[in-house]
């Protein structure tokens, strides 16, 4: 008889839910009817197995590799200065609330 693999390449990162279906017609769950999960990280492989002699876990899905989705930093500027507009009278005192840019859309 034989497994029966597929494999999923560059897969986007996220949690999946999945089942085989024989013919197109006959779904074949994990061994309690339940959908299987598999969560990926961005660029992961994802391979799906199908076992037609395992009755217990017939399906299994693996994730492979991939890398955490990156995340933007985000950063506060401030406007500094020489003189009272400022807020103070040096360079050195960058960081006043009074002074902070607001991010436009």
């Given at each position: 008889?034989?497994?029966?693999?597929?494999?999923?390449?560059?897969?986007?990162?996220?949690?999946?839910?999945?089942?085989v279906v024989k013919d197109g017609s006959s779904w074949i769950p994990?061994?309690?009817?339940?959908?299987?999960?598999?969560t990926a990280l961005e660029g992961a492989t994802v391979t799906v197995?199908?076992?037609?002699?395992?009755?217990?876990?017939?399906?299994?899905?693996?994730?492979?590799?991939?890398?955490?989705?990156?995340?933007?930093?985000?950063?506060?500027?401030?406007?500094?200065?020489?003189?009272?507009?400022?807020?103070?009278?040096?360079?050195?005192?960058?960081?006043?609330?009074?002074?902070?840019?607001?991010?436009?859309?």
């Open positions: 008889a034989g497994n029966y693999k597929k494999v999923y390449t560059n897969v986007a990162a996220g949690t999946y839910a999945l089942k994990d061994g309690m009817g339940n959908d299987i999960p598999v197995i199908y076992d037609p002699s395992n009755t217990e876990t017939p399906v299994t899905a693996v994730a492979e590799g991939g890398s955490a989705p990156v995340v933007p930093v985000e950063h506060d500027y401030y406007v500094v200065g020489e003189g009272s507009i400022f807020g103070d009278t040096t360079w050195g005192n960058a960081a006043i609330a009074a002074n902070k840019m607001e991010k436009q859309d």
